[in-house]
């Protein structure tokens, strides 16, 4: 599987934005899409992620009510709206592909793709 993101950009505080990642390759399986994102010197963070039939959704705290994680398999495409964005969102977004469930342990996810940046100024 390649995932490819796209979408990022500079905004400022309570703009919006809406990644995109697009899967190739083997995506007849069931995978669970999921955002990370990292910020300089910081460790890999979930955000939000998709469970494979797009039933189930989870969220970090941080961005309850403000991002929306969602799936469209005839596209092959998982989108991350982002809403009233924040200075402390900026960062470098990933997106994953691993097991069928949504889990928020990057360690647990098999695909990645190259990041899309995302600044946020206040």
Same mark, same amino acid.
């Given at each position: 599987v390649q995932l490819q993101a796209s979408g990022g950009g500079q905004v400022q505080t309570g703009g919006s934005l809406r990644l995109s990642c697009a +899967?190739? @390759? %083997? &995506? $007849?399986?069931?995978? @669970?899409?999921?955002w990370f994102r990292q910020a300089p010197g910081m $460790? %890999?963070?979930?955000? +939000? $992620?998709?469970?494979?039939?797009?039933? &189930? &959704?989870? =969220? +970090?705290?941080s961005v309850k009510g403000r991002f929306t994680i969602s799936r469209d398999d005839a596209k092959k495409t998982v989108y991350l709206q982002m809403n009233s964005l924040k200075p402390e969102d900026t960062a470098v =977004? =990933?997106?994953? +592909? @691993? @097991?069928p469930a949504v889990?928020?342990?990057p360690s647990l996810y098999a695909y990645w793709g190259l990041g899309t940046q995302v600044t946020v100024s206040s």
């Open positions: +899967a190739s @390759g %083997r &995506t $007849g399986s069931m995978f @669970g899409i999921s $460790g %890999r963070e979930f955000v +939000a $992620g998709i469970n494979w039939s797009g039933s &189930t &959704t989870g =969220y +970090a705290d =977004y =990933y997106c994953a +592909a @691993g @097991g889990v928020n342990s």
